[in-house]
């Protein structure tokens, strides 16, 4: 309906319609809020922290705080479920963070519903946990991101030993069964950098083995860390990225990273 100033009326609100050309039917401000309400709080798992969230934006159109609704949705992906969950202490006495894989974080896009190894690193205050996408480099197979805008990024991909060997779903295979260094390093360039390895591309390899497991890990053009190990039938990897102003900044702190990266097996 129209008032006497030409503004358009919905559904007998005293307000005037946020729809602002008239041959658009709308519905009611109240009505659309209704809608979200109910809409989001008919989902059984949503934590009774994000339904007041959700209550405060029906409330106020819809609008509000984006990092009042990712606190709230970080609550409601708790448990058994492919979503992010905190897995991050510290610091300790050199500021340092530690990230262990949590026992209830599930399988990421394509690495499957059943728990997966439990791994840790560790990280200097300023690296965040980053959401992971099925667009990402490496797509389905990639369980985490951490970033720092001043000093690079990080991924761990968790694979099947099945991508390289035929091996049974119960096999306890090590990363010396799958291959040497650079059969791995080459397998995984394509996914970790979107391209294949240059005969000169990797500038240093090293093979170490702690707590009874074989770690592989190598330096690449331009500035890549990675570190791998393989547990039952899973191969584990953390890679490094960063630019070359990030390297020369951070370049200490991307390395202990990737001398941190360990699978509790």
Not at 205 to 212: K, M, N, P, Q, R
Request: net charge neutral; hydrophobic share 35%; with cysteine.
């Amino acid at each position: 309906m129209q008032n006497s100033t030409g503004n358009l009326r919905c559904g007998g609100e005293s307000t005037p319609c946020q729809t602002r050309t008239r041959d658009v039917t709308c519905r009611p401000v109240v009505q659309r809020r209704h809608v979200l309400r109910d809409a989001v709080l008919s989902v059984p798992a949503v934590s009774l922290a994000y339904q007041a969230v959700v209550e405060q934006l029906a409330m106020s159109g819809g609008q509000g705080s984006m990092h009042a609704r990712r606190m709230a949705f970080s609550d409601a992906v708790q448990g058994m479920t492919a979503g992010r969950i905190p897995g991050i202490t510290g610091p300790d006495a050199e500021g340092r963070f530690t990230y262990t894989r949590p026992e209830g974080k599930a399988g990421s896009h394509g690495v499957g519903w059943s728990e997966l190894p439990k791994y840790r690193f560790t990280v200097p205050q300023g690296w965040e946990e980053k959401p992971v996408s099925i667009a990402d480099l490496g797509g389905t197979e990639i369980d985490l991101r951490f970033e720092n805008p001043d000093e690079g990024s990080l991924q761990v991909v968790v694979a099947p030993v099945l991508r390289f060997m035929d091996v049974g779903y119960n096999a306890n295979v090590t990363i010396e069964n799958i291959g040497p260094p650079d059969k791995i390093i080459a397998g995984f360039a394509p996914e970790l950098y979107g391209s294949p390895l240059k005969d000169d591309d990797v500038m240093e390899t090293e093979v170490e083995v702690v707590d009874g497991l074989t770690y592989y890990r190598w330096y690449v053009k331009p500035h890549h860390l990675v570190s791998a190990t393989a547990v039952g039938n899973r191969l584990i990897i953390l890679s490094t990225t960063s630019n070359s102003r990030q390297w020369r900044r951070g370049q200490d702190n991307l390395k202990r990273i990737q001398k941190s990266f360990k699978v509790l097996s």
